[in-house]
């Protein structure tokens, strides 16, 4: 026998990312970011070695890889790692010269 109920709503989670859309190779970036920061909540490029977990705050410390090219800054769910956001990067070539 029920004795009392009430109605509930469950809503979708969702993230936002804000970050350089170009930046050096090597470099470290600042990615600002809302979500549910769940446990194991990380932003990063691609599911790598390039990361940073949410639970540090925001705005993440992101360093990127030697590699130039386009990639992709995803908010990840930890548990899962389901993607809730992402935007594109471009990551450039650094310039170097030498002098004797």
Do not use: C, M
Request: no cysteine; net charge negative.
């Amino acid at each position: 026998t029920v004795l009392a109920s009430i109605p509930i709503k469950i809503v979708g989670v969702a993230a936002e990312l804000q970050a350089p859309a170009e930046a050096k190779a090597g470099s470290t970036i600042e990615v600002k970011w809302t979500g549910p920061d769940y446990e194991g909540d990380f932003v990063g490029l691609d599911v790598s070695v390039y990361y940073s977990y949410t639970r540090r705050g925001s705005p993440s410390q992101l360093t990127l890889p030697t590699k130039t090219g386009d990639y992709e800054i995803k908010y990840y769910i930890g548990r899962d790692n389901t993607v809730l956001a992402s935007i594109p990067i471009k990551i450039v070539g650094v310039a170097a010269e030498l002098q004797a």
